[in-house]
């Protein structure tokens, strides 16, 4: 299933979007609609969340075939904080291992009234397939995709980025590390391309950036001297092994003397320039202690954001859905 099929996927006869599959295709107004939409949603820790009804009565299911601790649960608090139903299931340990294909589960969870899926999965193309073969008033969120697609991540990475140093288009971002294997490079960079990025940097070993023809429109560097000199954004990646044949071939200790994101080469960068990471973290090799914790850190504000850009997400999608559920009732009326 290409990135391509999932743009078209996504959305209903009317051109509104039903599922959230791919960052691909979103005009530059809908991504604003979407972040102005979530900047509302936003509090910050010591203040009460955010709250409303928009999915009262609904029924969000979460179905992760990979672990996740931040898009997971911020997907779950972003739901019951809309007044949905949740379900977590851990598909882990679920019937994908008894032999029950994916289809089965979902049609014995719509049976029980889901109306939002949320899914992750290490192999490209699960969320299109179901989102072909849901029933019309269900809608399929992707929380992440092999290497190719993690759309809400690529949404609050853009918002963090808006809060922070302002309009995209006049900054200059650098993402550092393991692109070839990052989702979350895919889709950031993809949000901050239709946004009209200053400059977008792809910083990384030639062994880990992106296929050739990939992400047309940044640049790629293959020094991290190069790659972060007066750059408003340093996002730093982790190597992401799981998905690497030859994973031993990339020494951690290697890669941070070469790569690794430290108070020293952030000076390279603009003084006031922001340090962000998707997480999870490994500390001591793509990004030291003392940046993740220190003064130009993002991170935290990049969790934060999470909940309010999954909220705005879930209200859009349901109020879409809505929509169409209404024409559709009028039609056969
Ligand atoms: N949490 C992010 C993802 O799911 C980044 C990572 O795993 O490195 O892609």
Redesign the pocket.
């Known amino acids: 299933m290409s990135i391509e099929s999932g743009a078209e996927l996504q959305r209903d006869q009317a051109g509104r979007l039903r599922h959230l599959l791919t960052l691909e295709g979103l005009t530059r107004d809908e991504l604003q609609h979407l972040l102005d939409l979530a900047q509302f949603y936003v509090r910050v820790p010591g203040e009460l969340p955010a709250r409303d009804q928009s999915l009262w009565g609904r029924t969000v299911a979460n179905l992760f075939f ?1 672990p ?1 601790t ?2 997971r649960v911020s997907f779950e608090l972003a739901a019951k904080r809309l007044g949905a139903d949740v379900v977590n299931l851990d598909m882990q340990s679920s019937s994908r291992v008894k032999g029950e294909t994916v289809l089965d589960t979902i049609y014995t969870l719509q049976a029980m009234l889901v109306d939002v899926f949320v899914m ?1 999965d290490a192999e490209p193309g699960l969320p299109a397939y179901v989102s072909a073969h849901v029933a019309p008033h269900v809608s399929v969120l992707n929380a ?1 995709e092999a290497h190719l697609s ?1 759309p809400t ?1 690529g949404l609050l990475d853009v918002l963090t980025i808006r809060q922070r140093k302002g309009e995209v288009r006049n900054l200059s971002v650098a993402i550092v590390g393991d692109i070839r294997h ?3 490079a895919r889709s950031t960079s993809r949000a901050l391309l239709t946004l009209g990025v200053g400059e977008l940097r792809l910083v990384s070993p030639a062994s880990l950036a992106p296929e050739p023809g990939e992400l047309e429109g940044a640049r790629r560097h293959h020094s991290l001297a190069e790659g972060v000199a007066g750059a408003d954004v340093v996002m730093a ?2 190597i ?1 092994r799981e998905r690497m044949a030859d994973a031993d071939t990339v020494d951690p200790e290697t890669f941070y003397r070469e790569w690794g994101v430290t108070a020293e080469n952030l000076r390279g960068a603009r003084p006031d320039a922001i340090v962000m990471h ?3 973290m490994n500390r001591g090799v793509e990004i030291t202690s003392e940046v993740a914790d220190g003064a130009q850190s993002a991170i935290r504000q990049q969790v934060t954001n999470g909940v309010a850009v999954r909220m705005a997400v879930l209200a859009t999608i349901v109020r879409n859905v809505q929509e169409r559920n209404v024409e559709a009732g009028r039609r056969a009326g």
């Open positions: 990979e996740s931040r898009t992750r992440g993690h991540q990052s989702r979350v990646l982790r992401q998707p997480g999870p």
